[in-house]
């Protein structure tokens, strides 16, 4: 049995909200006026912010090989994009490394799924010289945040969802949404609108399952897509529904990605990430 929209929107409500300094550092990167001092001053206002985003910057997960030390230092290295990114990131930490019932996931394998397909996602717009590097790991970090919001809901009904795959061989996302009414990717949607971000971040998460339906940026929306495959072909969170993933065709054409480019992003990945650590940032 479905749940109201009003219930869904309800728990929405529910999910922390991001901190006023987030939201400063969001606006302030949007002005090509602001200056590296002033956002830096903007972020040093939360300290505690302000640590998650060195050690995130300094960690084997975001991959600099030099020593950063403090936060106009990080700007000047990864750039307006790449500070937001971190800050957004850290921002999300708390409301994402937790367990997530409904989905089979203990405390930390939503980050470390979230984390992993952020980077898989901007690494595969590198490689592919898309300029979309920083929107793909925004993208990629939160495109689950929907479930979330559906696993209190999930977790009552996930025998009822399981076994609608099994005996009409559908993706576990149409279940998903015949059983409760709404889809993670649907409801994370609503909470990237909540959160105020660009539209086609909120289409990329909406649709990171089906790329094809995309009209606002179908690119973005195709890197996370395969992004979050990849992340699940190496085991990184892969949770109740993780091997129920259908791969659409679609995005890998439409970013013109051959079977080399994946399993060169891959390896490199794994090279650098054992699928045993987390970014711990309390």
Excluded at 24 to 29: A, G, N, R, S, Y
Excluded at 88 to 102: C, D, K, P, T
Excluded at 248 to 260: I, K, M, Y
Aim: a negative charge; hydrophobic letters at 45%; proline letters at 4%.
């Amino acid at each position: 049995m479905g749940h109201s929209l009003t219930e869904i929107l309800n728990k929405v409500e529910e999910l922390p909200t991001l901190s006023p300094v987030t939201q400063q550092v969001l606006k302030l990167t949007g002005d090509p006026a602001i200056s590296v001092t002033e956002l830096a001053d903007a972020i040093v206002k939360d300290q505690v912010l302000t640590a998650k985003v060195l050690k995130m910057a300094n960690s084997a997960y975001y991959g600099y090989s030099r020593k950063i030390f403090n936060i106009n230092e990080a700007i000047m290295v990864m750039g307006f994009n790449g500070i937001r990114s971190l800050v957004l990131a850290a921002s999300a930490y708390n409301i994402m490394n937790r367990e997530v019932e409904g989905y089979f996931l203990p405390k930390g394998d939503l980050w470390k799924h979230s984390m992993t397909t952020a980077l898989f996602a901007r690494t595969l717009a590198q490689k592919t010289d898309l300029g979309l590097r920083e929107h793909a790991f925004i993208a990629g970090l939160i495109h689950d945040i929907g479930k979330i919001v559906l696993s209190t809901y999930l977790k009552e009904q996930f025998k009822v969802v399981l076994d609608l795959v099994e005996v009409e061989n559908i993706p576990f996302m149409d279940a998903e949404q015949q059983v409760l009414g709404y889809n993670h990717a649907a409801i994370g949607a609503i909470v990237a609108e909540k959160w105020n971000l660009p539209p086609m971040l909120t289409e990329a998460i909406a649709l990171h399952h089906s790329p094809s339906e995309a009209s606002t940026n179908p690119t973005l929306t195709s890197l996370i897509h395969v992004a979050d495959a990849l992340s699940m072909s190496i085991g990184a969170g892969l949770g109740g529904d993780g091997m129920l993933y259908p791969f659409d065709g679609f995005a890998l054409e439409r970013l013109s990605l051959t079977s080399d480019i994946l399993d060169e992003t891959v390896a490199a990945m794994t090279e650098h990430i054992s699928l045993d650590e987390t970014i711990n940032l309390e």
